[in-house]
């Protein structure tokens, strides 16, 4: 090959050529654990249970759009220690009547019940005490829970009739949170994961579904308070004392980064992850 036009000369060739092969690197990316969901580094895989729990009881998580944007979240969580049939997660904020329906008809089971804390919900020990008389097996019960803020939750129940099937359970006495890593609504409010250990716990009258479910929340918990994060109290507890500020809606998990270096609330807890 002569010299061309633009100056390069067959001895450049073999360095053009070789070029033309590379593959660009790609970009930076973290590694992330296909089961748990987290970054490699803070994978939760060792304090989940080694096979998944064998439970009789369905979830079902009716999940507000805006909770799966949501960073921490509990869910993925509880569906990596549950086998893949026993927790169904739904995403939506409308669901027609006739539109769903195999959603329906588990809905209309008489061993169906929603999580909706009204004055007409039963406590949930209530529904062993009811429907264990007759048979002594745990019967397959479905759990309905709604996964959003108390406000998302309220919002979807009243919205879609289709929930008003089943009949509607709370649970009661069960303590303050031990998600702190996230402001609850009330001392008494629970994450989503909580909620399920609990509920399963009782209908199945086994306190070890709630220890096994616990624990990978618990080592979340632990890893982001030594990486820094501050211990939430409930709005609730905030409030009683004049320190809940309400949250920005445009707060991005990295503007939230930033408060909490920066804002003068973080003595209050309820800044930051
Ligand atoms: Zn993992």
């Known amino acids: 090959m002569a010299d061309g036009e633009d100056g390069s000369s067959a001895d450049d060739s073999w360095f053009f050529d070789s070029l033309a ?9 973290r590694t992330m654990c ?3 969901g987290r970054p490699a580094t803070v994978c939760l895989c060792p304090f989940l249970p080694r096979q998944p729990l064998q439970v009789s009881t369905t979830v079902y998580i009716i999940q507000h759009p805006h909770e799966e944007t ?6 993925p969580l509880l569906a990596a220690c549950l086998p893949p049939d026993r927790c169904h997660v739904i995403r ?3 669901f027609k009547q006739g539109h769903h329906p195999e959603l329906e008809l588990m809905l209309s089971s008489p061993y169906t019940y929603v999580l909706y804390p009204s004055d007409d919900a039963l406590n949930i020990e209530e529904v062993t005490m009811t429907t264990q008389l007759a048979n002594q097996d745990t019967p397959p019960y479905n759990m309905v829970i709604i996964d959003g803020t108390w406000t998302q939750a309220r919002d979807i129940y009243t919205a879609n009739e289709i929930f008003h099937l089943p009949k509607q359970v709370k649970l009661s006495g069960t303590g303050v949170s031990e998600y702190v ?11 989503t994961l909580e909620t399920a250990a609990v509920a399963m ?8 579904i709630k220890e096994v479910l616990f624990a990978p929340l618990r080592a979340l918990c632990k890893f982001q308070l030594e990486c820094g994060a501050q211990p939430h109290q409930s709005k609730e507890y905030l409030k009683s004392r004049g320190l809940y500020k309400k949250p920005s809606p445009h707060h991005t998990p990295e503007n939230r980064r930033l408060c909490k270096k920066t804002s003068p609330h973080n003595t209050t807890g309820k800044a930051g992850l």
């Open 21 to 29: 092969h590379l593959t660009p690197e790609p970009p930076t990316k």
């Open 34 to 36: 296909d089961r748990c």
């Open 70 to 75: 949501r960073v921490l979240r509990t869910v």
């Open 92 to 94: 939506g904020k409308r």
């Open 181 to 191: 890593i996230r402001t609850q609504p009330t001392d008494n409010s629970l994450s």
């Open 201 to 208: 716990a009782a209908l199945e009258r086994r306190p070890e």
